[in-house]
């Protein structure tokens, strides 16, 4: 991998990528922040070495170069799923050549649905912490020794500094922010009433597809991040209704303009 890594960063660097100061993760239904940024460079997917390509239809697959408010970004405009039939290493590899190519801080936003009933469709959750249900993980095998140790810590995964920054944006701007505990499962079918019962009793605030292998590879990597999840639906198991992608992106597209105002102000505020 270290080989392939290095091919792709070279790449990179190669058309243009310098030394961006943050990278972005978007999940589903939350491109809006696209119009952010000041884009210098844009780059499919499927030209970048040994880049998987996206399959879902709400991730565009591209790869953006660019600032937000005078910082330098790098933001993958759609990410790669468990469910996809990509392995944990594939999805977690743009984390890895992130880090390698200078990013500093990671921030992560996801679709995901309320677990926690006092949390409504439509609103945002800063995740604090998580439970990991994927019935696998990007650090099983070799360990990369220059990258990270064999058993990294995971007791701050969500760094202290960006969440407590973001919660002082939130106030600032009045935009409600929940908390809580996401609980990513494999997908891509939508859970049972019985599963929303388990996770809930867990601990679980809010359940997705996504998110944590990077997280896991980014603490690996000594690379902060935070995540915020737009809660598209609401979970309650004895008031379970049908729904659909289109749901999904339609609560999503309510709440993307208070998720692009709280990372816009936190990459302003980062140095």
Not at 36 to 63: A, M, R
């Amino acid at each position: 991998m270290e080989v392939q890594l290095k091919e792709t960063v070279d790449y990179l660097k190669n058309e243009g990528v310098e030394n961006p100061l943050v990278g972005i993760v978007l999940g589903t239904g939350l491109g809006g922040l696209v119009s952010e940024i000041e884009i210098i460079k844009e780059i499919d997917y499927d030209s970048i070495p040994h880049f998987p390509i996206s399959t879902v239809e709400s991730h565009h697959g591209k790869l953006i170069y660019g600032t937000i408010r005078n910082k330098k970004v790098l933001v993958m405009q759609g990410r790669f799923h468990y469910y996809e039939g990509y392995d944990m290493k594939e999805i977690t590899f743009p984390i890895r050549v992130m880090k390698l190519i200078g990013v500093q801080n990671l921030l992560i936003s996801n679709a995901a649905g309320a677990i926690n009933l006092a949390y409504k469709k439509s609103s945002l959750m800063l995740i604090t912490d998580h439970i990991n249900l994927y019935p696998d993980n990007p650090l099983i095998g070799k360990n990369l020794d220059n990258f990270g140790p064999r058993f990294p810590d995971m007791s701050s995964a969500y760094s202290k500094k960006l969440n407590a920054a973001l919660r002082e944006i939130a106030a600032e701007k009045s935009i409600h922010l929940h908390e809580g505990v996401y609980v990513p499962v494999s997908g891509p079918n939508l859970e049972t009433k019985a599963e929303y019962r388990m996770i809930r009793k867990l601990g679980g605030d809010a359940v997705g597809m996504s998110t944590v292998p990077e997280v896991i590879v980014a603490n690996h990597m000594g690379l902060p991040c935070c995540a915020i999840s737009v809660l598209t639906d609401e979970c309650d198991p004895e008031n379970l209704a049908p729904v659909d992608i289109a749901d999904i992106l339609a609560a999503a597209a309510v709440a993307e303009p208070q998720l692009t105002m709280l990372y816009t102000e936190l990459i302003h505020s980062l140095n």
